[in-house]
C-alpha cells in the first residue's frame, strides 16, 4: 500500500480535485478554444498553417469549425473589405456567448498597407476585438502565442458571472 | 482665398520634375518588319478602317474606330486564329481629352503572337459588348463598369462586379480619390449600424503615420497595455510577457523554461 | 455609451422553398471552408442538381490597380506579394520583368538563376497547397498534413533567403537583393532528393482511392472551346488539351536553357487537372535540379553581379552606395522620387503556378505608373464556374472549385 499513498487533497492527486467553479468553468472554456474558419485573405494562409501538421494547434485543444455556431473564437485573418464588412457582423451576431475575437494581421487590425477605398480600416470598427496580432502575416507561432494569451484573459475572468456581452458601442 | 486645385485628377503627381526633363520613348516599329503581323494587318484593312498601327515590345498594337471592335474581334477569333481574349480594360483621358482608350489584348497560340487592339471612346458613349464570341469578356466588361462606369451594349447583365450593387462611384477613374469619397468612408457603418453611429464609431483614421501614446482608444503601448480607454499616465506598470500565470494553471502541467527544448535546426 | 442596435436584416432571401417551379436557390459562402477565400455562389438548384450559378467576387478587392496609380513602382513590389499569396514571387518576378521590359535593362545571369530558382519554389509550393487544400475538401486529411509538412521544408528555404514565409517580395526591379544564403543548395538538394518519395505517397494514397476516383473522374469537365473562350491558361487550360505553357512558348528567363516537360491531357476533367498538378511537381524538380548545377556554375565563373547596372533607373549596390557620392544621390532620388520609365506601353505574360499572369503597364514618363492593370488567371477560373457548374451535383462544386485553384487576392485584387 505504501508506494500508493496519494494526496488526495493536492493538484493532480487524482481521483479527487478540489476547486472552485470559476476555475472549471475557465478550465474547460480556455482549453477548448474552437475557432471559426474565417482566412479572408494571405493572413487565413498563415491561419491554416498553424493547424497544419508542423505547428499543430490541435494540442491547444482549437480545432477549426466551419460553423459560427460552434465556435468560440473568431479569428479574423486577412483583410476585411467594405463588401465583405456586413458578413464578419452576420457572423459575430451567430456566434453563441461567450465569444471572443482575435484580429489576425495588420489588415484586420489597421487595414494595414491597403489605405483604400473598399478596405475596412481594422475589422474593430464593426466587431469589438479582444487580441490583436501584428505582422503582415503574422507567423504561426505568433497565433499560438495570441491564443495562449486569450487563454490567460479567460481564465482571469470570472466564469460565474454573466459574460457582459462586449459592444463596439 | 484658397487657390483653386483642379479636381479633374487626384491621382499622386511627381512632386518635383525637371523643367527640361523630355521622358524618353518605348521604341516603336513599324509593322511591315514582321510577317505575321502584317499579314494581319492587311487582313484587318481590308474590312474595318485602321487609325494607327505599330509594333511596340514584339507586340502590334492596332487603333481602330469604336463602332467596329465586336466585327474585328470576330475577324480575329474566325479568321486570324486569336483564339483567346486575355485581357481588356480602360484607360481614363478624360482630364485630358475628354475620352476613355479601351484595350483588348488577344493571344493566337497557332501563331504565338499577341495583338493589342485599342479604341477611344467618348465619355458617356456605351462600347459593344464582345460578350458573345468571348465568354471572358462577360466579367471584363462587369469589371470595365465597375470601375470606370463604361457600360457594354448587349451584355446579359451589366451590373457591379467587385464593388457591391449599391456602391457609388467607379474607382478607377483619376476622380476618384485612392482613400475614397465621403460615401466609401461610412459605407459599412451606414450599412450596419445606420448613420446615426457615424458620430459614435468616429471616423477612419487614414494617416498610416499617426501615432498618438496618449489614445488608449486606438493604440496600445508595447510593454505597458492598459485596457481600451483607460487614461494614460506615462507610469503604467511594465506588463510581463509569459504564457503562464505565475504558479501555474490548474490542472495544466506548468510550463518549463529550462526543461523545454528550444529547435535549432528546421529540418530536425 | 448609446446603444445602436445592429440594421442588418436577417438574410432569408437566399433561401426560397417551395416555389412553384420547386428551384431553390442556395447561398454558398463568402465564408465557406471549401470556397478557397471569399467566393459566394448563388445555385439555382433543381433537387440536388445545379440549374444555374452564379458567382459573386468581390469580396476581397482591394484596390491595388487604384493603389499602382499612387505608387512609385519600387513601392507597388510587395503589393503584388498579396495578389497570388501561396506564390508570391512568381507576381513580384511578373511585375519586375514588366518593369524591366518597359526600362530596357538585362539581368545579370546569377540573378536569372536565382529567380528561376525561387519561381520554381514557389510554384511547388503552391502545387503543394494545391493538393493539401483539396485533398482536405474532399475529405483526405493525411494528405493535407503530408503536404503541408512539405510545404514546410520550402517556407524554411524561402524564409531563409528572404526572411519572410509567405508574403516574399524576394525579386526586385533588376534582379534580385541577396545571394542565396548558406545551406541554400544543400536544403533544396535534400528537399529534391527526398520529393519524388514523397509525390508517390500521395499518389498512392490518391490515384486508386475510390472516393477521390468518384469525386474527381469525369466530373467538372471543360472543352477545349470553354476553356479557349474563358480565356483559361496554365493547368486549367493543359487539362483541356491545349499544350500552351508560356515558359516553353514564349521563354523568359533562362527557360530556354532548361529542359522540361510540359503535361497535358485532353480529358478536362477534375482527375486531369489532379495529374497535371502532380506531374508539374515533378517537372518543377527537374528544373531545380538544373538551376542548382546553372548557380554552381555562375559560381564557378565569378559571375557575382545580381542587380542590373542602369543608373538611371536602379540604385547602384549597397556597398557602393556606402562609399561613393555620385551612387548615394542617385540612391536617394531613386527612392524619394522613383524611376521614371519612358513613355509606352507593354504587356508581359508570365506562367504563374495558375496560368498566365499579365501586367499591362501604361507609363506616362512619371515616376507612376498611369494605368496598372493585373492580369490574374484565376479571375476567369472563377468566371468559368458560370458555364461550368450547371448539371453537377451539389458535392461536385467542392471538388470543381478545389481544382480550379483560384486565390481570391488574385481573383480580386
Ligand atoms: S496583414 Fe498582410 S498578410 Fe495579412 S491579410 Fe493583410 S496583406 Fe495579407
Redesign the interface.
Known amino acids: 500500500m505504501a508506494q500508493h499513498k496519494i494526496n488526495y487533497t493536492q493538484d493532480g492527486g487524482l481521483p479527487v480535485a478540489l476547486t472552485s467553479i470559476d476555475k472549471i468553468v475557465n478550465w474547460g472554456r480556455s482549453n477548448s478554444l474552437w475557432a471559426l474558419t474565417y482566412g479572408l485573405a494571405c493572413c487565413g494562409i498563415e491561419m491554416m498553417a498553424s493547424g497544419a501538421s508542423r505547428f499543430d494547434f490541435d494540442r491547444y485543444g482549437t480545432i477549426f469549425r466551419a460553423s459560427p455556431r460552434q465556435a468560440d473564437v473568431m479569428i479574423v485573418a486577412g483583410t476585411l473589405t467594405k463588401k465583405h464588412a456586413e458578413f464578419i457582423k452576420r457572423l459575430y451576431d451567430q456566434m453563441t456567448e461567450p465569444r471572443w475575437v482575435i484580429s489576425m494581421g495588420s489588415c484586420a487590425n489597421t487595414g494595414g498597407m491597403f489605405n483604400t477605398y473598399a478596405t475596412v480600416q481594422g475589422a474593430d470598427r464593426i466587431i469589438p476585438v479582444d487580441l490583436y496580432l501584428p505582422g503582415c502575416a503574422p507567423r504561426p507561432e505568433t497565433l499560438q502565442y495570441g491564443v495562449m494569451l486569450l487563454q490567460k484573459k479567460i481564465r482571469e475572468n470570472k466564469a460565474g458571472n454573466a459574460q457582459r456581452p462586449k459592444r463596439l458601442m | 482665398m484658397r487657390a483653386y486645385v483642379p479636381k479633374d485628377d487626384v ?7 525637371d523643367r527640361y ?1 523630355v ?4 521604341p ?1 516599329s513599324d509593322v511591315s518588319t514582321d510577317e505575321v503581323f502584317s499579314a494581319d494587318l492587311e487582313a484587318i484593312k481590308a474590312k474595318f478602317e485602321v487609325i494607327d498601327s505599330f509594333i ?2 514584339g ?1 502590334m ?1 492596332v487603333y481602330i474606330n469604336a463602332k467596329d471592335n465586336y466585327g474585328v474581334l470576330e475577324l480575329m477569333r474566325d479568321e486570324l486564329k486569336y ?5 481588356m ?1 480602360a ?2 483621358w478624360l482630364a485630358k481629352e475628354n475620352k476613355f482608350e479601351i ?1 483588348y ?1 488577344m ?1 493566337s ?1 497557332h501563331k ?1 503572337k ?1 495583338i ?1 487592339i485599342k479604341m477611344f471612346i467618348e465619355n458617356g458613349q456605351a462600347v459593344n459588348s464582345v460578350e458573345k464570341l ?3 469578356a ?2 471584363s466588361e462587369r469589371e470595365m463598369f465597375d ?1 470606370f462606369g463604361i457600360e457594354a451594349n448587349n451584355h446579359p447583365f451589366m451590373k ?5 450593387y449599391d456602391w457609388q462611384g467607379f ?2 477613374l ?1 476622380t ?6 465621403e460615401f ?1 468612408a461610412w ?3 451606414d ?4 448613420k ?2 457615424r458620430d ?2 468616429g471616423p ?3 494617416d ?1 503615420s499617426r501615432v498618438d501614446r496618449y489614445d488608449s482608444e486606438r493604440f ?1 503601448r508595447l510593454g505597458h497595455e492598459v485596457p481600451k480607454g483607460t487614461k494614460i499616465t506615462g507610469n503604467e506598470p511594465k506588463t510581463e510577457q509569459s ?3 505565475e504558479g501555474g ?4 502541467k506548468k510550463f518549463d523554461k529550462e526543461s523545454s527544448v528550444v529547435v535549432d535546426d ?2 530536425r | 455609451m448609446a446603444q445602436v442596435t445592429n440594421r442588418l436584416t436577417p438574410f432569408f432571401e437566399n433561401i426560397t422553398f417551395d416555389r412553384v417551379d420547386n428551384e431553390l436557390i442556395l447561398n454558398f459562402g463568402p465564408q465557406h471552408p471549401s470556397a478557397h477565400g471569399q467566393l459566394r455562389l448563388m445555385l439555382h438548384l433543381q433537387q440536388e442538381q445545379i440549374t444555374k450559378a452564379h458567382p459573386d467576387i468581390g469580396y476581397l478587392h482591394r484596390g491595388m490597380e487604384k493603389m499602382a496609380e499612387n505608387m512609385i513602382y519600387n513601392e507597388f513590389m510587395p503589393t503584388t506579394d498579396r495578389m497570388d499569396y501561396i506564390a508570391s514571387s512568381s507576381n513580384n518576378y511578373g511585375f519586375a520583368l514588366a518593369v524591366e521590359k518597359l526600362i530596357d535593362v538585362e539581368v545579370p545571369r546569377r540573378a536569372k538563376v536565382i529567380r528561376m530558382m525561387l519561381l520554381e519554389i514557389n510554384r511547388l509550393m503552391s502545387h503543394l497547397f494545391w493538393l493539401a487544400t483539396t485533398a482536405l475538401d474532399i475529405g483526405a486529411m493525411t494528405v493535407f498534413l503530408f503536404a503541408f509538412r512539405e510545404r514546410e521544408y520550402l517556407m524554411d528555404i524561402i524564409e531563409g533567403y528572404c526572411g519572410a514565409r509567405l508574403t516574399h517580395a524576394a525579386i526586385r526591379i533588376g534582379g534580385v537583393p541577396l545571394d542565396l544564403q548558406d545551406g541554400f543548395i544543400a536544403q533544396l538538394k535534400d528537399f529534391l532528393d527526398k520529393l519524388p518519395q514523397n509525390i508517390k505517397d500521395y499518389e498512392d494514397l490518391l490515384d486508386t482511392n475510390r472516393v477521390w476516383l468518384m469525386r474527381m473522374e469525369e466530373v467538372g469537365t471543360i472543352s477545349t472551346e470553354l476553356a479557349l473562350s474563358w480565356g483559361c491558361t496554365g493547368p486549367m487550360l493543359r487539362a483541356s488539351g491545349v499544350a500552351w505553357d508560356i515558359r516553353k512558348e514564349e521563354p523568359y528567363e533562362l527557360y530556354d536553357e532548361v529542359e522540361f516537360n510540359v503535361p497535358y491531357s485532353d480529358k478536362g476533367d477534375n482527375f486531369a487537372r489532379y495529374r497535371i498538378y502532380m506531374e508539374e511537381m515533378r517537372e518543377s524538380a527537374k528544373i531545380l535540379y538544373q538551376t542548382i548545377d546553372m548557380y554552381e556554375e555562375t559560381v564557378k565563373n565569378n559571375q557575382t553581379e545580381l542587380m542590373a547596372h542602369a543608373p538611371k533607373y536602379i540604385s547602384a549596390p549597397k556597398l557602393d552606395i556606402m562609399t561613393q557620392n555620385y551612387s548615394l544621390m542617385q540612391h536617394f532620388v531613386l527612392v524619394t522620387q522613383g524611376m521614371r520609365p519612358p513613355v509606352g506601353e507593354v504587356y508581359v505574360a508570365t506562367e504563374s503556378p495558375k496560368g498566365e499572369l499579365g501586367f499591362f503597364i501604361n507609363s506616362q514618363g512619371g515616376p507612376y505608373p498611369y494605368r496598372l492593370k493585373l492580369r490574374a488567371p484565376s479571375f476567369w477560373h472563377t468566371g468559368i464556374l458560370t458555364d461550368l457548374l450547371p448539371g453537377h451535383y451539389i458535392p461536385d462544386v467542392v471538388s470543381i472549385i478545389g481544382t480550379t485553384n483560384i486565390v481570391f487576392g488574385e481573383v480580386d485584387r
Open positions: 491621382q499622386a503627381k511627381a512632386y518635383y520634375t526633363y521622358a524618353p520613348q518605348v516603336k511596340q515590345m507586340q498594337v483564339t483567346q481574349l486575355s485581357e480594360s484607360i481614363d484595350f489584348q493571344l497560340m504565338r499577341r493589342r468571348f465568354r471572358s462577360d466579367w470601375m457591379r462586379i467587385l464593388m457591391p474607382p478607377l483619376k476618384y480619390p485612392l482613400e475614397g469619397d466609401a459605407y459599412e457603418v450599412k450596419i449600424y445606420g446615426e453611429a459614435i464609431i477612419e483614421l487614414r498610416t496600445a504564457y503562464q500565470e494553471v490548474f490542472l495544466i528546421p529540418q
